[in-house]
């Protein structure tokens, strides 16, 4: 949501800091990805007007608002900058840096702001905050290093979010971002697990959420499903290629076989493509995943390819392949072709 109406700010200092931060998260959240269902912006009409001024049950009941809309809509770019509005009139700092930081997340997630960027526009932040006239903020100077942490894939124990000062949902990002510490550090407890998989209405969107669950010390099937959710959101995002590596693991890959891993969904659109387009070249992009050892992904490649050879082009195109082709994946095309 942008645009926010400038009556809610206080003071001329609140007014010049709020101004830059709302700019930030503005012009760094990121748009809609390619097939990633309803996420998108804000629609002002799902949580109503924001009032110049708010008592206590109604800033509860505001952050409410934001919760329940992301619950239903998933994480919607321009909330963060609403919450964090809200946080701020309340002089809490460090809860307003926390909630606008979930918009820079899922810039970096979706691969719409280089990491060197989604840290210099969190450093601006708080020189935001002094640039104003404020005195410097040792929570917000905490948490600009608990998030900085975090987005570099550090994830330090000493930098872990400290407990809510102020007004705070169970699944705000601040506490997402406090489970996720935990999580990443392999101390969270079963009741620490519960919670953050009660969190998944509200980010399951959010690729960054579904990478940490790989790490939960769950079952193979919710790990590698954690995986699949997370690089189907945002396949060349950075934290796609990390489940990428959680699945080569889960599937007993050697190390550095991550790469080559590729989800049903990701092999079956290659496939598609390549039989829309006539272009069967573009089937080659699969060939790293054949020349791994037997795992789901290189069976449903095989599979996927096979089922190409009742289309004369598509059949001609894999015996030439074949016929120069070493290795596993001489074999997999042997296979395929039926040779």
Same mark, same amino acid.
């Given at each position: ?93 460090? =809860? ?56 570099? =894939? ?101 190390? =550095? ?7 049903? =969904? ?74």
């Amino acid at each position: 949501m942008h645009g926010l109406p400038p009556a809610f700010l206080k003071g001329d200092a609140m007014r010049a800091y709020l101004a830059a931060l709302v700019f930030f998260v503005t012009a760094f959240s990121c748009s809609p990805p390619p097939d990633a269902g309803d996420k998108g912006q804000a629609d002002p009409a799902l949580v109503g007007p924001v009032r110049s001024s708010v008592t206590a049950a109604e800033l509860e009941s505001e952050l409410f608002d934001i919760c329940e809309t992301e619950r239903r809509n998933g994480c919607l770019q321009g909330l963060g900058a609403l919450e964090s509005m809200l946080l701020e009139g309340t002089g809490d700092a460090a =809860g307003a840096l926390y909630a606008a930081s979930r918009d820079l997340f899922v810039a970096y997630a979706y691969g719409e702001s280089s990491l060197d960027d989604a840290l210099g526009r969190l450093d601006g932040i708080q020189q935001g905050w002094l640039d104003s006239g404020h005195q410097p903020d040792a929570a917000l100077v905490y948490a600009v290093a608990s998030v900085r942490s975090a987005l570099v =894939g550090d994830w330090e124990p000493g930098k872990a979010p400290r407990t809510a000062t102020g007004p705070e949902s169970p699944d705000s990002f601040r506490a997402w971002l406090s489970l996720a510490y935990r999580i990443q550090n392999g101390v969270a407890t079963s009741e620490e697990i519960r919670r953050y998989s009660a969190m998944q209405a509200r980010y399951s969107s959010f690729p960054p959420y579904w990478r940490v669950f790989t790490l939960a010390g769950l079952n193979q099937e919710f790990s590698v499903d954690s995986a699949e959710r997370c690089i189907r959101l945002a396949p060349h995002g950075p934290y796609a290629e990390l489940s990428r590596h959680s699945l080569a693991s889960n599937f007993g890959l050697p190390d =550095g076989s991550g790469k080559a891993v590729l989800t049903s =969904g990701e092999i079956q659109a290659i496939v598609e493509d390549a039989v829309a387009s006539g272009d069967y070249d573009r089937l080659e992009t699969l060939f790293p995943t054949l020349e791994l050892p037997d795992n789901p992904s290189t069976m449903f490649a095989v599979g996927a390819l096979r089922s190409l050879s009742e289309i004369r082009d598509a059949r001609l195109w894999l015996e030439s392949r074949r016929a120069r082709a070493q290795g596993r994946l001489a074999e997999r095309l042997r296979y395929v072709t039926g040779a």
